[in-house]
């Protein structure tokens, strides 16, 4: 067992399941992703499509373990989220499993669900043997009531805390939120991206994988959660413009669906708040329909005015008209 596991004395009950071939939307959205390309400054926080996981461009490399290395400090989903001052406590929920496969040893340490996204963070411990770098990325499959939940998109992020740890982040998109308050969730870790361009697009399958029977609780988020569908139409700097579906406000996140896109260049948008502070995307994707999302995760927007425009990064950081969007 982990250091984690032992501050929150809870024992894994490991369990079994088969595994499954991936759903057409997966193979879709994965052939989709080996057909775009990002520009070196926008690898971070490109287009990506479903169980595809974003590379991190650089890793955060501690020579020493010490106490502030382990899973318990490293771990947290605040970390790794852009945002001043956040304090996620009251909508996580913290694990300490611990499972131990000839791969390594993996520690969840946290969970949230947060509407249509579930955010993971866990600790990876690699044998010796083990190839595994800030360049490998983790896929975790999730079931629920034993049925595959349906994946929209993936972001994940290995950080190395030393030679053999790695503090692992995943957001996993889902097609569509979970209704119950009380969730009984099996999350499993049966296959992962490698840098290697040899390997399949869907990642290489793991001779054991890790697995863990979650029990997960979403009533916060649910309480502070406002979904709206204001149908808005948004100038683009080109001429275009996108349209508004859906916007999804929760305490952990904010997320806009957009339609009838035609802009003619690749769209960014920004959201802006009140006082004029302006907030980034830090994950999207874009399907060949001209539909698609923007996930602002870290920013919420619960109770707050919000105004959204296109910009346009490079070159010459120019930003479209200022629109609100009504709750």
Known sequence: MSLYSDFNDID?????HDNKSLTKLEKKRIKKRIQKKLSPAKRRVGFIAASVAAIALSAIVVTSPTIANMPLVAGLLEDWKPGENQDFTEYKNPIGITATTENGELTLNEVIVDYDKILISSTFVKP??????????????????????EVTNTAAQSIEQNS?????????????????????????????????????????????????????????VQEN??????????????????VVDKVIR????????????TVGSELNIQLVDAEGNAYSWDNAYIEDDKTGMFSFSGVSFVDKELFIQAREYYPDNKLGELVAIPE
């Not at 894994?12 to 079994?16: D, M, V």
């Not at 083990?130 to 999730?142: A, E, N, V, W």
């Open 12 to 16: 894994a009950e490991i369990t079994t």
């Open 128 to 149: 010796d043997d083990f190839s595994y770098s800030h360049r490998y990325q983790m896929l975790p499959d999730i079931y629920m009531n034993g049925e595959k939940l």
């Open 164 to 220: 053999s740890m790695y503090t692992v982040y995943i957001e996993v998109g889902l097609a569509a939120p979970l209704d119950s308050a009380e969730l009984d969730l099996e999350i499993v870790y049966a296959r992962m991206l490698t840098p290697d361009e040899s390997d399949p697009i869907d990642g290489v399958r793991l001779s054991e994988p890790w697995k863990f029977d979650v029990n997960a609780n979403q009533l916060a």
């Open 225 to 242: 959660t406002v979904v709206s569908t204001p149908s808005i139409t948004v100038p683009a700097l080109d001429g275009g413009s996108f």
């Open 250 to 261: 929760t305490p952990i996140s904010t997320t806009i669906y957009f339609s009838e896109s």
